[in-house]
């Protein structure tokens, strides 16, 4: 062995011990008799198994499941159980350790528990099914019924490749963060592990959105002084304020999240400069579990006499705690520099469980110490999701990112029940949360003692009551409104009961007239009859005959059996996009419109997504639909995470090419303007766009209110570089106040 390897190797012995004696300290807290003995025993297995085994930086690939113990241990407060799956999560999947190996080493707990783990890694997915994405995430949460740890550890495990995803290919970057961003970062959320959801957010959108995230991670390295200054004078402040009250607190003062102001600053149209509340201040109280409530709204009772308060972002989550469980006052404050300053009031277990979730929680819950956290309610509704035989595992991911990782709405019942449920949900949602039956025969709703019709979008702090009728029974109009996933999945099981009875008189229906015509029916013969009509199943052939969509005048059942079999629409849009796929997979396309696809060369078509108008310089890949062939989008297109999370295997590498194709051709893109109503502001900014930029406009329209106007303007241009010329241009006018990319 040369030097340089034995240095090497050296290294990374000394590199070894150092990370195990920090994974030892980082579980001091938990460790009782005989712990230290087991973590040893899992961590020697580890190395064993993984001691050939680099991970795609060089760096030994022990360093992960030691990385992954160390935040379950740190980051998230788990024991020793979970420090002992957490190193050997990857052991089964990946090298010659068994399962029954684990049980007999280990026991049945940590052997069940990495078994979760192995069944549900989604770091390679099979290409040819469109859905195991999405089946993999069903199988994680049906962990939930078993033990949650399982997925708080893939959490973990998710954590530490987003932190080291610098040294993965652009495209396997793009796909893991947008999963991350669309899937795990909002079931962090809602497993109160507030600290890990952040990060995930944040380092989701450093390779999704890179451009705007450096501008913003620049402009808070450049207004850190200012900010470390105003929070320091405002904390003092504060903290001879809060003296008086005699409580035991701290204060903390800390920046917003990458992720949280590049969402305001999108959502309000505005730039960093005018996102006023950068930062948030916490104020963490000690105090007895029975005086928490009282020393909270004494704190927040303090503000309200001493500072200019922000009614609209006042927020009570002590009242009525979240579903993850995380509790907490917030308001936001006038500070004496007239800026506005968000502070969060809570307690040291409040915080303890905001920061580490579900561990915290049961930690406290073992403890004897009876919070309402509402967390096994939520669980509860997952497993009830979870537990519908009928849900498509596509269906399902959506409407679990729908329901269970949004925001919430409070109501009550007529007797005053507190019911919790997704943000937009409907009177017919509630009336499905009370029960199945009240779903199927809700004719309408009063709310607040007024009658409501069934799409009623249910408000903070309504009180509802159903009304029904025998009836009534549910139509696919109700698809339209319910958003929970237990009326939609109530509801499309009743249909579908509905379909099958239907199909069932049409099966008997064609069962007899294959016997009036003399002819013996095969399955062959109604597959051939599913194919002539271009449906999908016999279900839907059956169905459309009871219904009498299909009847004599429609289908000469002789004539239509003799003849060739064709393929159906989605037959052939399958076979295209496979083809596609496969094409561009080992291939790859300089094309004179300027974008490479792929990795060698080969004739691909592609159009532009409309739904967020790429143009060269911006970060793009590209997506094998089924029907419309390859469509190229911006990364941080809106529709970008869904695509990548649930269809990853769709997602080629794409690039603007670089020469002088890129100046023959026009993009079409549109801009939003606002200012001040005054005589030739239109014509100056239509002189800029025609006369100077020599730009073609596509459409402009403008709207004027109380000496303000709005303007939204199509035009072509040729790359970023001249769109951003264009909008410099424009706001250099007098009188315009913010010139913005709309898609």
Not at 39 to 57: G, Q, T
Not at 143 to 154: A, E, H, N, P
Not at 185 to 198: E, F, M, S, V, W
Not at 688 to 707: H, L, P, R
């Amino acid at each position: 062995m040369d030097t340089a390897k034995i240095d090497q190797a050296a290294h990374e012995k000394a590199e070894l011990l150092k990370r195990y004696r920090q994974l030892l300290k980082a579980c001091k807290s938990t460790l009782e008799k005989g712990d230290k003995e087991l973590i040893r025993k899992a961590f020697d297995m580890a190395l064993e198994a993984h001691k050939d085994m680099r991970r795609k930086s060089g760096e030994p690939y022990i360093y992960h499941p030691i990385a992954v113990a160390k935040i379950a241990a740190e980051e998230i407060g788990l024991g020793t159980t979970s420090v002992v799956c957490a190193l050997l999560h990857d052991v089964v999947e990946d090298t010659y350790i068994t399962l029954p190996t684990i049980k007999k080493q280990f026991g049945a707990k940590v052997a069940s528990i990495i078994d979760g783990l192995t069944k549900i890694s989604a770091s390679v997915f099979n290409e040819q099914t469109n859905s195991l994405q999405a089946e993999n995430f069903r199988k994680m949460l049906l962990t939930l019924g078993d033990d949650v740890r399982v997925i708080i550890l893939k959490l973990a495990d998710r954590l530490h490749n987003m932190r080291t995803l610098e040294s993965m290919s652009r495209n396997t970057q793009l796909k893991i963060a947008s999963e991350t961003l669309y899937i795990y970062a909002p079931l962090a959320n809602r497993l109160g592990l507030y600290a890990i959801k952040t990060e995930l957010e944040d380092l989701s959108i450093k390779f999704t959105e890179s451009k705007q995230y450096k501008l913003v991670l620049g402009k808070l390295h450049e207004t850190k002084q200012e900010r470390d200054k105003f929070i320091k004078n405002f904390i003092d402040d504060l903290d001879k304020k809060l003296q008086s009250l005699g409580l035991k607190y701290k204060i903390i003062g800390r920046p917003k999240s990458i992720y949280s102001i590049m969402k305001k600053m999108q959502k309000q149209q505005i730039p960093f400069e005018e996102v006023y509340d950068l930062f948030a201040i916490r104020i963490i109280v000690d105090s007895p579990l029975e005086m928490e409530k009282a020393d909270s709204f004494q704190i927040y009772g303090l503000l309200t006499e001493n500072y200019t308060l922000n009614p609209a972002r006042y927020r009570d989550w002590i009242t009525h705690p979240k579903s993850n469980g995380y509790e907490s006052l917030h308001t936001t404050v006038l500070s004496n520099d007239n800026k506005w300053v968000e502070i969060q009031i809570r307690t040291s277990r409040m915080d303890d469980i905001a920061e580490k979730g579900y561990a915290a929680h049961w930690k406290y819950k073992e403890a004897g110490v009876k919070t309402d956290s509402g967390l096994e309610d939520w669980l509860s509704k997952v497993r009830e999701t979870l537990e519908n035989p009928e849900s498509n595992a596509l269906d399902f991911i959506d409407d679990f990112q729908l329901n269970f990782m949004g925001e919430e709405v409070f109501v009550f019942t007529p007797k005053g029940s507190l019911k919790k449920l997704s943000q937009h949900a409907t009177a017919l949602d509630f009336a499905y949360d009370v029960h199945s039956d009240v779903g199927n025969h809700c004719i309408g709703a009063k709310v607040n003692n007024k009658l409501v019709p069934l799409s009623y979008k249910l408000q903070n702090g309504d009180t509802i009551e159903i009304l029904t009728s025998q009836k009534q029974k549910p139509n696919e109009d109700w698809l339209n409104f319910v958003v929970t996933g237990k009326a939609r999945s109530k509801i499309k099981y009743y249909l579908k009961e509905e379909i099958h009875k239907v199909a069932e008189e049409g099966e008997e229906s064609i069962k007899r007239r294959f016997r009036n015509s003399g002819i013996e029916m095969t399955n062959e013969d109604i597959e051939k009859l599913v194919k002539h009509f271009d449906l999908k199943t016999s279900m839907d052939f059956f169905y459309l005959v009871g219904k009498g969509s299909i009847d004599n005048t429609t289908l000469n059942l002789k004539k239509t059996l003799a003849e060739k079999p064709r393929q159906t629409t989605e037959d052939k849009s399958q076979d295209k996009a496979r083809e596609n796929a496969e094409k561009a997979k080992h291939k790859n396309l300089v094309r004179p419109d300027t974008i490479i696809i792929g990795e060698n060369d080969t004739d691909l078509d592609y159009t532009l997504g409309s739904c967020c108008a790429p143009i060269p310089g911006d970060d793009i890949f590209a997506f094998v639909t089924v029907g419309e062939g390859i469509k190229i989008h911006r990364t941080n297109c809106k529709n970008a995470p869904k695509m990548m999370a649930t269809y990853g295997y769709r997602v080629l590498k794409a690039r603007w090419s670089k020469g002088g194709a890129v100046s023959e051709k026009s993009f079409l893109t549109n801009i939003s303007i606002v200012g001040t109503d005054s005589v030739g502001i239109v014509q100056g900014i239509t002189d800029i766009i025609s006369k100077q930029m020599q730009v073609n406009m596509k459409s402009i329209s403008i709207d004027t209110v109380d000496g303000r106007f709005e303007g939204s303007i199509s035009l072509y241009i040729y790359d970023t570089n001249h769109l951003d010329d264009i909008i410099q241009k424009i706001s250099d006018l007098d009188g315009i106040y913010e010139v913005t990319r709309n898609s």
